[in-house]
């Protein structure tokens, strides 16, 4: 059933998801001077941790074993000034604009089981509210590299 390889898939994707975000509100935490973008990290988690436990409550339900999640994360650099905030932003921005993509796939497949086609729209269109929210955040930051301006 190609519903319950999504569903996996998409667990094990959030699960290493989680990892790398947890990595990155920690490095974050102790290299960013910008204590919005702190807290927009932190949001993030909550979101994951909420898709999280409705991947893993479907895949119960129907009986499939879960994946192991991944373990607790400590992290203690030497020096805080080898990483930029704008870059980390543009970073992060890029890995949900690929992620917004491997939605689309189950979007396609899963023909036969409404619930769990619509399971996956949302998380589509959950993931492309997140993206917009970070464009505007973004912009508002200036951490988007300048757009060369052409004729005049």
């Not at 998801?17 to 001077?33: A, C, Q, V």
């Not at 905030?85 to 970073?91: A, K």
């Not at 921005?93 to 979007?107: S, T, V």
């Amino acid at each position: 059933m190609v519903e319950i390889y999504h569903l996996w898939h998409h667990l094990t994707y959030r699960y290493d998801n989680m990892n790398t975000t947890e990595i990155t509100t920690e490095i974050i935490k102790l290299f960013t001077y910008d204590g919005d973008y702190k807290v927009t990290l932190e949001l993030g988690l909550v979101t994951l941790r909420k898709q999280i436990g409705m991947l893993e409550k479907e895949l119960t339900y129907f009986g499939i074993p879960l994946p192991n999640a991944p373990g607790i994360l400590t992290f203690t650099p030497g020096n805080t000034e080898i990483l930029k905030d704008d870059h980390m932003f543009r970073t992060l921005l890029d890995r949900l604009q690929g992620a917004a993509l491997i939605h689309l796939e189950p979007l396609k497949e899963c023909t036969y089981n409404d619930r769990i086609r619509g399971i996956f729209k949302n998380l589509f269109v959950e993931e492309l509210q997140i993206i917009d929210n970070l464009y505007k955040y973004g912009k508002i930051k200036g951490w988007f590299h300048p757009i060369p301006m052409y004729g005049a």
